[in-house]
């Protein structure tokens, strides 16, 4: 791949990944993309710095030598440095106050976004003297969140919280925060490849050093916290804490990067009702390399549903066994086949899937086949390729499918529809009877399965090439880089990191 991709430019760029539970630790869409970018660009100089688990998670892809190193920063780790002392103490708790009034204040208004940021730099000024973790997990702190929890005006003391709550979200808050420890880069160009946790050393970075931030989001980060907790198992004032972080955290990544590059045009709506402006938002799809996915060749004699993919709520499988239990009622014969790992902290999620399947009396015929050596096994494996999701972005196994000419049947989230056009089906998400009607209409016609494969295949090659994708990229870091301002000096620190700063 990476001979006929390189296009080497005069000068060297360096540039620093900011991670989160993907590259350089873990397998999946958003790793293979990263990937495809240092491996199609070995003229640029690449550092990663990854938000993990514990910080102990081996790598699982091999680095190139562009790759100068990776800095972890594990959320669930030990908890690092010192107790604050009794003055540092009091000047954290001035600020933390302001910062959670932000956090739980409902009016959102500009007041609320600006005390939000200033706090936050405020913040990191205390992780860098490393007693941010130790502030946060006093009893003072706890206190300070039930008072502001408590004011009259504000939708959480209604809720009437608990010292439980306090004490919860206290927990989640300081973890959230760990990655302001991270040491951000004073050169070249840092690329958050999601929103959110990852994004705080790119903002730490343009707040001291005028390091320009790019951000690109293959998912909305902030749609995708506000699904996930609709399930977490936390009382009302712990969600509306937590969410209103993410928010305000959303609302300052997308107001301080120098480019935002969503994987589609679906991405857009959001990044700008977060507040981007429109000229800053600059569409990258995702690509592949159609040499490296070719036609898939002869179907399977038994008619089979493929899917490939993380073993993971988000992916809607509970929908696509629900479906297949309906195709089974007209396809007796018919199979489905599940292609891809159960992360860790999945499993109850994927016995719940094989629980399914069982109730509906489809366990004999739908088989979890695990990581495959080659994912084009898995896109051979089907007559129908089938992406059940109920957020994404601009999927890889979608485009890699497609380019392996296969028929496929999608939900209508992200970017799906745009990868699509029409060489494909796409169905409502969380829809049994349509994905079922869909699938059994692509089974029951092998002339349009055929046609819709080779109007998929000629889709990525003329539309969705990794070539376009690493070009694309390779502009932009040259781009900034060179309009960032020679000699940035860091902007003037906020309130609370002036008292960090004189604090004995």
């Not at 409902?106 to 992780?127: C, V």
């Not at 706890?142 to 979200?169: E, G, I, K, Y």
């Not at 995702?286 to 993971?312: H, I, K, M, Q, Y």
């Amino acid at each position: 791949m990476r001979g006929p991709l390189a296009e080497p430019v005069f000068g060297t760029t360096s540039v620093t990944l900011l991670t989160e539970g993907t590259y350089p630790h873990s397998h999946g869409g958003v790793s293979v993309w990263c990937d495809q970018l240092v491996q199609g660009m070995p003229d640029v100089d690449f550092r990663v710095i990854a938000v993990t688990g514990t910080g102990r998670e081996p790598l699982a892809w091999e680095l190139p030598a562009n790759v100068h190193g990776v800095d972890c920063l594990p959320l669930w780790g030990p908890a690092t440095g010192r107790p604050p002392r009794r003055r540092e103490l009091r000047r954290f708790l001035t600020g933390y106050e302001r910062f959670l009034s932000a956090l739980l204040d409902t009016r959102q208004d500009p007041w609320q976004e600006r005390a939000f940021a200033e706090e936050l730099y405020g913040l990191a000024h205390f992780a860098e003297r490393g007693t941010l973790s130790a502030a946060l997990r006093t009893e003072a702190a706890v206190r300070a969140l039930s008072r502001v929890w408590n004011r009259p005006h504000l939708p959480t003391a209604a809720a009437r919280p608990t010292l439980h709550d306090a004490l919860t979200a206290t927990d989640l808050l300081e973890h959230a925060l760990r990655p302001l420890v991270a040491r951000p880069p004073s050169e070249g160009v840092t690329h958050a490849v999601s929103g959110g946790l990852p994004a705080l050393p790119g903002l730490l970075a343009r707040e001291r050093y005028g390091t320009p931030f790019l951000l690109t989001e293959h998912g909305v980060y902030l749609r995708e916290r506000y699904l996930g907790f609709r399930t977490e198992p936390y009382r009302w004032p712990v969600k509306a804490l937590m969410l209103g972080f993410f928010r305000l955290l959303a609302r300052e990544t997308y107001r301080r990067a120098a480019l935002v590059t969503p994987g589609n045009r679906y991405n857009r709506r959001w990044e700008e009702h977060g507040g981007t402006p429109p000229e800053r938002i600059r569409t990258v799809y995702n690509g592949v390399d159609p040499a490296a996915f070719p036609p898939a060749g002869p179907e399977p004699e038994t008619p089979t549903l493929s899917w490939a993919g993380r073993v993971d709520p988000i992916k809607g499988l509970e929908t696509l066994i629900r479906a297949f239990a309906l195709v089974r009622k007209e396809v007796p014969a018919a199979r489905l086949r599940l292609f891809g790992g159960t992360p860790r902290g999945g499993e109850g999620y994927r016995t719940d899937c094989e629980r399914l399947a069982a109730d509906l009396d489809v366990g004999d015929a739908v088989t979890f086949e695990g990581r495959v050596e080659d994912i084009r096994d898995a896109y051979a494996a089907g007559n129908v390729v089938m992406l059940s999701s109920i957020s994404e972005g601009f999927p890889f196994t979608l485009i890699e499918a497609m380019s392996c000419g296969r028929a496929t049947v999608s939900t209508d989230v992200g970017g799906v529809r745009e990868a699509v056009g029409d060489s494909g089906l796409v169905v409502p998400p969380r829809d049994p009877e349509r994905m079922a009607r869909a699938a059994l209409k692509l089974l029951h016609d092998p002339a349009l399965r055929a046609r819709m494969g080779e109007a998929a295949r000629l889709r990525v090659i003329e539309q969705f090439t990794l070539r376009q994708t690493i070009s694309a990229f390779r502009d932009i870091y040259h781009e900034l880089a060179g309009a960032r301002r020679p000699e940035a000096a860091p902007t003037s620190a906020p309130p609370m990191a002036l008292a960090a700063g004189g604090a004995r």
